[in-house]
């Protein structure tokens, strides 16, 4: 029998008793804890795999210095020499999944740690913050499973079952990712497209389309995460090329929207010279959570998609903003690429009607006029590259045909 070992990421000066019951479920599920102190002082509890003078010392520091060290600093030396440790056992085989138990300040170290690890490889923590709004920079790009602890982590009946459901769940998932033989399969190419509701008729028809080449497609919701997985996946090598659909994030980017990627979006693709078919897909909008819209759009156009969700007309200011961006960053692409424009409408809302902030209908969200300067704007300041037009609405049969046929052409590019 292959015996399988899972990392346990634990502040063992504050959750030793935490950290033990994880270790002992994990024995009994049948795999092997390597349980990594994450201290950041030194300390008397005993029974580290890994101790924190050890992670400091990775990090070219000593357990004493990381004391009296501000702890923002000393938790980022830790995370460094914990990382370090992690890729090196990682790449060695040496550990099949790994699960963090800790609070605020250790579910940040161990999810740094857990986010440093490949896609698919199991990575569960839990945390009372599980279940705040910190879990999306704690998962961020990551596929980390978060268990909220309910209580704050102390051993009671409660945190106890928690704890032992997710020690279960890793440990499972570790003994298959061991028994799995197809970890070294080749695959079909796998493209990324980003997508929403609104792009959704193109994105259908551009994956059938895909799939009938012999490709692989994975859709990257254009809602925040599903953007910087985009960029992650093709920064990490799994992507083929892209066909960027919705470049939505883009938007929130600019206004301070809830569905910003960051200022990451629309730059890893390029930097790893993949093809890259481009399209102003959905940037018609920015999104805000109802009640939490900025005062200074309250006069703006607006349409409520659902009870949490208003969506915020692009005016013209915003799209040569957006066009200046968008040129910058394909500039510097090192891969080809073209950003097709459909000229008739960048989502499925230009069917609806606007509202003010009040919900009294101001006009039409079908806006040529202020489309158009995302158009002349990038057109003025991208400096290789194709642009193309197109008198097609977004979600047109004809109008994702063509983004495939441009992926296609781009695909045979030389390298």
């Known amino acids: 029998m292959i015996e399988v070992a899972v990392a346990v990421l634990a502040t063992l000066n504050s959750k030793k008793e935490e950290a033990r019951f994880v270790c002992e479920v994990l024995s009994r599920a049948g795999v092997r804890p390597l349980l990594m102190d994450l201290s950041l002082r030194p300390h008397e509890v005993e029974g580290a795999s890994v101790t924190g003078g050890e992670l400091a010392g990775i990090a070219g520091y000593s357990w004493d210095d990381l004391a009296d060290m501000d702890r923002v600093y000393s938790a980022e030396a830790m995370v460094e020499g914990g990382r370090r440790f992690l890729?090196?056992?990682y790449r060695a085989g040496d550990f099949m999944g790994a699960i963090g138990v800790g609070g605020a300040n250790g579910s940040s170290m161990a999810c740094a740690l857990m986010r440093s690890l490949p896609l698919l490889f199991p990575k569960v923590?839990?945390?009372p913050v599980a279940a705040t709004a910190a879990v999306q920079w704690f998962v961020a790009e990551s596929d980390i499973v978060m268990f909220p602890s309910i209580g704050d982590l102390s051993i009671n009946r409660i945190t106890r079952a928690v704890m032992e459901n997710a020690a279960y769940s890793v440990a499972s998932m570790a003994k298959a990712r061991a028994e799995k033989k197809d970890l070294n399969k080749e695959f079909p190419p796998l493209v990324g497209v980003s997508s929403f509701g609104g792009t959704a008729g193109c994105v259908d028809r551009v994956t059938d389309k895909l799939i009938a080449r012999g490709y692989e497609?994975?859709?990257?919701?254009?809602?925040?995460?599903?953007?910087?997985?985009?960029?992650?996946?093709?920064?990490?090598?799994?992507?083929?090329?892209?066909?960027?659909?919705?470049?939505?994030?883009?938007?929130?980017?600019?206004?301070?929207g809830v569905y910003s990627a960051?200022?990451?979006?629309?730059?890893?693709?390029?930097?790893?010279?993949?093809?890259?078919?481009?399209?102003p897909g959905a940037t018609d909008h920015s999104n805000f959570w109802v009640g939490d819209?900025?005062?200074?759009?309250?006069?703006?156009?607006?349409?409520?998609?659902?009870?949490?969700?208003?969506l915020m007309r692009?005016?013209?200011?915003?799209f040569d903003a957006l066009g200046r961006l968008v040129a910058e960053r394909l500039n510097d692409a090192q891969g080809p690429f073209a950003v097709l424009i459909p000229v008739r409408g960048y989502s499925a809302h230009t069917k609806q009607k606007t509202c003010d902030f009040d919900g009294r209908e101001m006009g039409?969200?079908?806006?040529?006029?202020?489309d158009r300067v995302f158009t002349t704007t990038l057109q003025k300041h991208l400096i290789k590259g194709r642009i193309e037009e197109f008198d097609l609405h977004i979600n047109d049969v004809e109008f994702a045909d063509a983004c495939v046929n441009a992926f296609l052409e781009l695909m045979t590019y030389p390298g």
């Not at 995460?225 to 090329?241: C, D, K, T, Y």
């Not at 960051?262 to 399209?279: I, K």
């Not at 039409?364 to 202020?370: A, Y």
């Open 87 to 89: 890729l090196d056992k």
């Open 125 to 127: 923590m839990v945390s």
């Open 217 to 256: 497609v994975i859709h990257l919701h254009a809602s925040g995460p599903g953007g910087r997985v985009l960029e992650s996946l093709a920064g990490l090598g799994e992507l083929a090329g892209v066909i960027d659909i919705t470049t939505h994030e883009l938007t929130d980017l600019i206004v301070g």
């Open 262 to 279: 960051g200022e990451g979006r629309l730059r890893a693709a390029g930097e790893a010279a993949l093809p890259q078919v481009v399209v």
């Open 293 to 310: 819209v900025p005062d200074c759009f309250r006069e703006r156009e607006f349409f409520r998609y659902n009870p949490e969700n208003v």
């Open 314 to 318: 692009t005016n013209a200011e915003e």
């Open 364 to 370: 039409s969200w079908n806006q040529p006029e202020s």
